[in-house]
Nanobody, 118 residues
């Protein structure tokens, strides 16, 4: 499975951005798609995930109510809509895919920078 992320950029606090992750290859092997982020000097953290078939979503508490994950199986995409952005959301965002019957995200896209100015 190969993943390609896009959509990062610079936005003012309170603004919105939409990230997209396109999967290719053996997408039938995907259990869920996750979004993670890593700010400078910090560890990578989980943002949210969506199951590939059932569309079940989970979110980190820090983004609940502001971020929304969606997926389009026909296009093999998983998007992250980010609203009410805060400077603390500034990070490199990564999409990842977890294969069926595993507990780890084995496939990762390249990061995309999101910068929120105050």
């Amino acid at each position: 499975v190969q993943l390609q992320a896009s959509g990062g950029g610079l936005v003012e606090a309170g603004g919105s951005l939409r990230l997209s992750c396109t999967a290719s290859g053996r997408t039938s092997s995907i259990y869920d798609m996750g979004w993670f982020r890593q700010a400078p000097g910090k560890e990578r953290e989980f943002v949210g995930a969506i199951t590939w078939r059932g569309g079940i979503k989970t979110y980190a508490d820090s983004v609940k109510g502001r971020f929304t994950i969606s997926r389009d199986n026909a296009k093999n995409t998983a998007d992250l809509q980010m609203n009410s952005l805060k400077p603390g959301d500034t990070a490199v965002y990564f999409c990842a895919a977890r294969p069926i019957s595993t507990v780890t995200y084995d496939y990762w896209g390249q990061g995309t920078q999101v910068t929120v100015s105050s």
